[in-house]
């Protein structure tokens, strides 16, 4: 299990974590989602040892990371595919991590057949690896002292349709078989089909969490019109919260009822009206995080200025 209890980090006036709590459980994959600069990287580098909290606690497994007995073998870590020694071949960064850690070189070998590279890319330089080579490079690294938990920042980025897909099956079964995954990623339709449970950060805020399904069933309306910032701005004069998501939708925290009233009493010809039950993890998230979101922010001010 992972918790973080009222986590706080700021880098002189800026306050980069504020006051964040959440909870990950033993055998489900949770996803933790924000825009760029939210502080899913900050969070998880003070998860980890890597940065010191201004206030707050993270514990993994009931303990600071500094005090875990064994890290590598308790807690796999993934945070930058790119920050391994480039000089050095991927199977000598493995056997140079199994030695640290006590583990059989075999381990190695079982490592690198799990992530699929094989004798000739183990042989390389890093240098010469892809982004996706070193994310399955980094993956191997994470597994290699049979971990309980699993902590990735964006674990996929650079993964081909099939490495996406392998990523998948890998960490569900990893969750499956009892571990616990908190996943950072900015494939919202991957977090959508592999995670159980979802964490949304804005602004250095928890903005929402919980199961996947409990969120996306609070969604509220999905309405579309030809320019959805009129209809934001039409949603917004009658009280209702809106925001403007993509291809000119606006998830509406409202019945479809009322939508459909205020959109009809504007003049506004309406091209989509339904629940946002079954909108999906990006409007959600566009909802959950429009404070953060610059191109929301600008068209939203554009259509009440």
Do not use: C
């Not at 600071?64 to 007995?69: K, T």
């Not at 945070?79 to 493995?94: N, P």
């Not at 009493?265 to 959950?288: S, T, V």
């Amino acid at each position: 299990m992972i918790t973080v209890h009222s986590l706080t980090k700021k880098y002189g006036g800026f306050t980069a974590v504020d006051d964040v709590s959440f909870t990950a459980h033993p055998g489900r994959v949770t996803g933790f989602l924000g825009p760029n600069g939210a502080g899913k990287s900050t969070t998880m580098r003070i998860m980890v040892g890597l940065t010191d909290p201004g206030s707050g606690d993270a514990r993994i497994l009931g303990h600071r990371f500094a005090d875990l007995p064994d890290p590598g073998r308790e807690v796999g870590v993934l945070l930058d595919a790119s920050a391994q020694h480039a000089g050095r071949t991927g199977r000598e960064i493995l056997t140079i991590a199994a030695r640290t850690m006590g583990l059989p070189r075999t381990r190695v070998d079982a490592m690198l057949e799990r992530v699929s590279l094989t004798p000739e890319e183990a042989g390389r330089r890093v240098r010469n690896y892809s982004l996706g080579m070193r994310q399955r490079l980094g993956i191997a690294t994470a597994l290699l002292g049979d971990p309980e938990v699993l902590i990735l920042d964006e674990p996929a980025n650079g993964l081909d349709p099939a490495g996406i897909r392998w990523m998948r099956d890998l960490l569900r079964g990893f969750a499956d078989d009892g571990g616990t995954v908190l996943l950072s990623s900015h494939l919202l339709h991957e977090i959508e089909v592999i995670a159980d449970d979802l964490v949304v950060i804005g602004n250095g805020r928890i903005v929402a969490h919980g199961t996947k399904d409990e969120l996306l069933a609070g969604a509220g309306t999905l309405v579309r019109a030809a320019h959805g910032p009129t209809l934001a701005a039409a949603l917004h004069a009658d009280g209702i919260t809106a925001t403007a998501t993509t291809g000119g939708a606006v998830l509406a925290e409202a019945d479809l009822a009322h939508v459909g009233r205020v959109a009809f009493e504007a003049g506004i010809p309406l091209i989509e009206l339904r629940p946002a039950d079954g909108a999906g993890l990006e409007e959600m998230f566009l909802a959950l995080t429009a404070e953060s979101q610059r191109d929301s922010a600008i068209e939203l001010e554009g259509a009440v200025a």
